[in-house]
């Protein structure tokens, strides 16, 4: 055994033995005798704004609040205009939005429109600080497709912790296509927002972020499942064919998404967008940041299990040792599908779609390179605790505020070659952009990966060209991010800034 190995199974090997101990929020599940699937699923209020003509104006407040994810439970809890997570705000392309975002929490916060092409002062990213009892305006103008995007807490060196406590929302596109699909599309009925995350609760029902240091390595990771804010629901379904709007909204937990039964469901979107035509498949690997929406068939009216599989995460050497150790891979049900009530669904599941145009390679100027690390045995001084926030890095260095990695061209298209040097995947995400995947390791991408993205799952010793439009804004002074979105990776520092001139 090496030195390092040894020090490894020394500093990993005590802190995971404590986690043979029952989960906190089972025995809590045991104390109050709660089933599974006894919860209700919970359909998040739907916010289309105030509309004047093309001009919407939403008024959002961070706040704090409690909620009772267990009977009798309270928990600490950050919201936008409810105690837990945010609304589902809607919009058209076309409209231009006016974000009105008032921080009552009591610290300094942020709000970043994920997904969307907007102007660099309106993105929300850890520059655009909102401070305590101050509102911040974003406004910009919906230039892009139809698609299921969300909003978060950027909160420099504090995303994952503000988020993690429920800082999140989900955020609709609607374009001229959306009413001429024949897709499900009623909000709440055959069209269903499915934010998934995993959360670690303390005895006194508190949240539990961030204890020993494999957690910061590995990134937060929780044992119970929340749909919407509850604690693995029933959905009693209207309709015997559902649009599952689906978001990985957990920190750093990868899913792979299927049914009990391994039914086949039909995935129509990435997360920026319908692809050219359903894809069957019966799991579907989901990152943190990526959405997916999907077909499911009930006409069957038997009630289905959603549940993540064990295989979702691909390690290697110690921290594969360290991610079993943690029992980090596992299975979980999420939800329950009751469709005993539905009523037949007027809708089949479409051959094609109606979907935004594929990006064009020949235009590519520059192939730049992002390479994805974790000082990991070199940084015992970080794993020890010393420096926190430098053992995380893009292409060797990690966030600095102040310094700008680069800057691109507006109108150009570039070529991002991600990989990952590391023994852990990373969720690639990019700013302002819907990027195109253009191969894995040199093959094709993934049918159900073929759309606009603005997340890439990198696996180690992966590599994964992303074709990337940069349309509109230009703006010298104030950069856009790329990061990992492992929000603990990210908040330790695998994140860099651009600008477009
Ligand atoms: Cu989902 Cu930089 O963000
Ligand atoms: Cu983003
Ligand atoms: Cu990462």
């Given at each position: 055994m090496s030195c390092s190995r040894r020090k490894f199974v020394q500093i990993f090997g005590a802190g995971a033995?404590?986690?043979?101990?029952?989960p906190l929020s089972a025995s809590l599940l045991a104390k109050e005798k709660v089933s599974s699937f006894s919860n209700a699923y919970a359909l998040p209020p739907l916010d289309n704004g105030k509309r004047q003509g093309n001009q919407v104006t939403f008024n959002l407040t961070m706040q704090r609040g409690k909620m009772s994810?267990?009977?009798g439970v309270a928990t600490s809890t950050l919201g936008i205009n409810s105690p837990y997570l945010g609304p589902v705000l809607r919009a058209k392309r076309g409209d231009t939005v006016s974000l009105n975002v008032q921080n009552r929490i009591g610290e300094e916060s942020t709000l970043h429109w994920h997904g969307f092409t907007l102007p660099a002062v309106a993105d929300?990213?850890?520059?655009q600080r909102i401070a305590s009892g101050k509102t911040w305006n974003a406004t910009f103008q919906i230039?892009?497709?139809a698609s299921t995007l969300w909003y978060h807490s950027h909160q420099y060196h504090g995303t994952g912790e503000q988020v993690y406590k429920g800082m999140a929302g989900l955020f609709y596109i609607d374009d001229e296509n959306t009413s001429r699909q024949s897709l499900p599309t009623t909000y709440g009925v055959d069209d269903l927002p499915v934010v998934i995350q995993d959360r670690a609760f303390q005895r006194n029902g508190e949240f539990r972020y961030l204890g020993m240091m494999p957690e910061r390595m590995q990134g937060m990771h929780g044992d119970t499942l929340l749909i919407n804010g509850v604690v693995t629901p029933t959905l009693k379904a209207q309709k015997t064919l559902i649009r599952l709007r689906l978001l990985?909204?957990?920190?750093?937990r990868i899913y792979n998404l299927a049914f009990h039964d391994h039914r086949p469901f039909y995935v129509i979107?990435?997360?920026?967008g319908l692809l050219a035509s359903p894809v069957r498949m019966n799991r579907i690997r989901l990152a943190p940041g990526e959405r997916a929406e999907v077909l499911v068939d009930l006409s069957d009216r038997s009630p289905v299990i959603l549940k993540t599989l064990k295989g979702a995460i691909q390690t290697t050497g110690m921290m594969g040792m360290m991610m079993n150790r943690m029992n980090n891979d596992r299975e979980f049900a999420i939800m329950q599908i009751d469709p005993r009530q539905a009523e037949s669904s007027?809708?089949?599941?479409?051959?094609v779609l109606l979907h935004p145009a594929p990006l064009s390679?020949?235009?590519?100027?520059v192939t730049r390179p992002m390479k994805m690390n974790m000082a990991m045995m070199g940084g015992m001084g970080m794993m020890g605790?010393?420096?926190?926030?430098?053992?995380f890095t893009i292409n060797g260095r990690s966030f600095d505020?102040?310094?700008?990695?680069f800057s691109v061209k507006r109108g150009s298209t570039e070529i991002w070659e991600v990989s990952n040097s590391s023994m852990l995947p990373h969720p690639f995400h990019v700013h302002n952009v819907q990027f195109q995947v253009l191969d894995r390791n040199g093959r094709p991408p993934y049918a159900h990966e073929r759309g606009l993205k603005d997340t890439i799952l990198v696996n180690p010793d992966e590599v994964v060209r992303i074709l990337v439009p940069f349309r509109y804004y230009a703006d010298s002074q104030n950069p856009y991010m790329y990061h990992c979105h492992n929000l603990e990776h990210e908040d330790q520092g695998m994140m860099g800034q651009f600008t477009v001139v």
């Open positions: 033995a404590g986690l043979l101990l029952p994810f267990f009977p929300g990213g850890p520059h230039r892009q497709p990985n909204g957990s920190n750093a979107a990435g997360d920026c007027s809708y089949r599941i479409p051959g390679v020949t235009n590519a100027v605790g010393g420096s926190r926030h430098d053992g505020r102040q310094r700008i990695d």
